[in-house]
């Protein structure tokens, strides 16, 4: 016997349909991932290797001073060669890697009557789902693996506080110091300053109504802050990020406020930011789960809600990016074929409902799901360029300040009686 199910393992829902979910799914992640057009996407070459080595190219290594380099008369050139100069490289190695998983087993006779709604509502269910995946790993992978990360903490120096930023130095901690309070646009800055003047990033292009920027993603909370230190109001607006085609039809890209970016720096919100409650011992963020699950066991049936520990986290993740820093590669395969040609960031594998009749499990066809695998690969390009930001979440300040009460008499309707709610 096959690995079969009976009816009550089935979920009380119901959808059946054989067609792939992928543009849909595109869509969702353009409009509502504000990580997968950070990246740079690319594919991951078939038929070459499991295991693909790339190399950086590092700034050459000067002979003489950049400060005084030296020259000499002309006259006095004959018979010299010079000092020489060096060019060297670092090397990375990375895989593609994959997630598979299924939804809920159904019972398409359950859902007969029911059953162009069900679909719908349960197709919107899993773009979001795997929307949400993709974006946690994004994120995910680029906090695990950057090569530079600060803690903004008071009372400390810059180097104190900033670790890394050099190519070899991918998965660098961050400084074991905790953080004090929220991070301030002046340190922000600070650390974009270093990242142009130091580290030689590159900013991204400017928008039609922008300039070269640099981007940071954080929560809502943290960008509310700079507003209010800066008095920034009409400066930071919404603007289009890019553009993609899926299928022909125009695909708007998730949303930086880049008209015009301030002071060089454009912003994006994390409405699921990543939140830690301190480091564990090896000196790694105990993050925490933003969703806890929810079961129904009388139908079989689960569903998730925000984390109580999460909305209390005492701390919080934010990045901050320059262009180029890492490249999201897919198989050539889920590129796209014709004109349904897809951004590479953006597509992340395939989605399709599972029906099979046979003379074991399902003779009869009643039982049937949807299956979907999420293969990528990140190639680090410059992983320097990218920088997870630790600091404090602090109590919100609502604006409530007590005054005084303006009569001591009770509340009364018309004809002097107590009003009854």
């Known amino acids: 016997m096959g690995d079969c199910i009976t009816p009550a393992q089935a979920s009380d829902i119901a959808l059946k349909d054989t067609q792939r979910l992928v543009g849909t799914v595109a869509k969702a992640l353009a409009v509502n991932s504000p990580y997968i057009n950070i990246l740079r996407g690319g594919t991951f070459p078939s038929g070459v290797s499991d295991e693909v080595r790339s190399a950086v190219q ?23 060669t010079g000092l020489q100069d060096k060019t060297g490289t670092v090397e990375f190695t990375y895989r593609l890697k994959s997630k598979r998983g299924f939804g809920p087993r159904v019972c398409v006779k359950q859902g007969y009557a029911a059953f162009k709604q069900s679909y719908l509502t349960a197709e919107d269910a899993l773009a979001k789902l795997i929307t949400q995946y993709i974006n946690s790993d994004v994120r995910a992978q680029l906090y695990l693996n950057s090569a530079s990360k600060f803690v903004a903490a008071a009372g400390y120096a810059f180097e104190d ?9 991918v998965g660098i901690l961050f400084a074991p110091v905790a953080p004090t309070g929220p991070l301030s646009f002046k340190a922000l800055h600070t650390v974009a300053r270093f990242l142009k ?4 990033a590159e900013m991204f292009p400017a928008s039609d109504k922008g300039q070269p920027h640099f981007k940071f993603i954080g929560s809502d909370a943290a960008i509310e802050l700079f507003r209010q230190e800066l008095g920034v109001k009409e400066v930071l607006l919404w603007a289009e990020a890019g553009r993609y085609e899926v299928g022909g039809e125009g695909l708007q890209g ?7 970016a301030y002071r060089g720096i454009a912003f994006g919100i994390d409405q699921r930011s990543l939140r830690a409650s301190g480091f564990l011992p090896d000196g790694t963020l105990n993050l925490i789960d933003p969703v806890i699950t929810i079961v129904n066991a009388a139908k079989n049936t689960a569903y998730s809600k925000h984390n109580p520990s999460w909305l209390r986290g005492a701390w919080e993740v934010g ?3 320059a262009d180029g820093s890492y490249e999201r ?21 395939e989605l399709d409902w599972h029906y099979v009749i046979d003379n074991d ?4 066809g009643d039982f049937g799901w949807h299956k979907y695998q999420i293969t990528r690969a990140y190639r680090p390009i410059r992983p320097q ?3 997870p930001i630790l600091y404090q979440r602090c109590t919100a300040d609502l604006g409530l300040e007590p005054c005084t009460v303006t009569s001591s008499l009770p509340l009364t309707g018309q004809g002097g009686h107590v009003s009854q709610l």
């Open 58 to 80: 590092m700034p050459a290594a000067p002979g003489d001073s950049l400060a005084i380099p030296t020259f000499v008369n002309d006259t006095q050139i004959c018979g010299t």
């Open 161 to 169: 506080l900033f670790t890394g930023g050099y190519e070899p130095d």
């Open 197 to 200: 003047e130091a580290l030689f």
């Open 254 to 260: 998730y949303s930086f406020e880049t008209a015009p």
């Open 319 to 321: 990045f901050l990016f």
């Open 329 to 349: 590669q897919v198989p050539e395969k889920y590129v796209g074929e014709g004109t349904f040609k897809f951004a590479p960031q953006l597509h992340m594998g």
């Open 361 to 364: 499990c399902n003779p009869f």
């Open 385 to 387: 360029h990218e920088i």
